[in-house]
Every structure is written in C-alpha cells, then in structure tokens.
C-alpha cells in the first residue's frame, strides 16, 4: 500500500516581492515558521512511519489573483519545507520529488487557501 496525503490549509504563502524592495529577515523567518507548523499541524499523526525517499507533490494555490510561474513555486517553498520538518517527505530536492505539479484555481478574495497532496511513488 502507498501512502498519500492530502489536506487543505486557510490563508495564502508570501510569494516573492513583485515590487523588489526587500523585507526584513524578522518578517521572513516569521512567514517561514507560520507556514512550517501550519502543514505539521495540517499532516498532525498523519505522517508515513519514514519520510518519503520519493514522492510527488500536487499543490494548488486559491486566490482572486492570478500569479506568475516562478511566484507560485516561490510560494510554496515553506509549505515543502514543512513537509521535510513534519517527517512526511526526506528531502525537497528534485531527485526525492520530482517536478512538482503546481496549479492555480481562482477563489474569491476573502477565500484563499492551499491544497497540498503527496503520493509516495
């Protein structure tokens, strides 16, 4: 039997900055962490006996705005990496995952939230 997973989380990642200006290291790691424990708090006692060797990653960004290629992979960097700390998946690097399957769904303003799903394969 494979293990998969799959949970929604409210709420939107930071993706990169379209304007250029910088934000504060403080403000990064806060974003990090809140996305960090969010998907361990998401995954709970659902997580394999081992972290997944290889895997495939569909992740689906609800929003009122459309994003960019680039933007919505960059925003989705603390989710993954949540994955790594809960003990879900060993590693993010692409020879664990894989080419991520990465979606956009149009949402109204006030409904943003992430659809994350992992299949061990």
Not at 42 to 54: D, N, T, W, Y
Not at 82 to 94: E, F, N, T, W
Request: net charge positive; no cysteine.
């Amino acid at each position: 039997m494979t293990y998969s997973l799959e949970f929604t989380i409210g709420g939107l990642p930071r993706m990169a900055n379209p304007s250029g200006k910088s934000t504060h290291w403080r403000k990064l790691y806060d974003e990090a962490k809140k996305w960090q424990i969010d998907v361990a708090l998401a995954v709970g006692s659902r997580k394999p006996i081992k972290p997944l060797e290889k895997y495939q990653l569909t992740l689906v960004r609800f929003s009122s705005v459309e994003p960019d290629f680039d933007g919505i992979v960059r925003g989705f960097k603390h989710v993954v990496d949540g994955l790594r700390l809960a003990g879900v998946i060993s590693d993010d690097k692409i020879s664990n995952s894989g080419q991520w399957n990465v979606a956009w769904m149009k949402s109204s303003p006030r409904n943003g939230r992430i659809s994350v799903r992992v299949e061990e394969r």
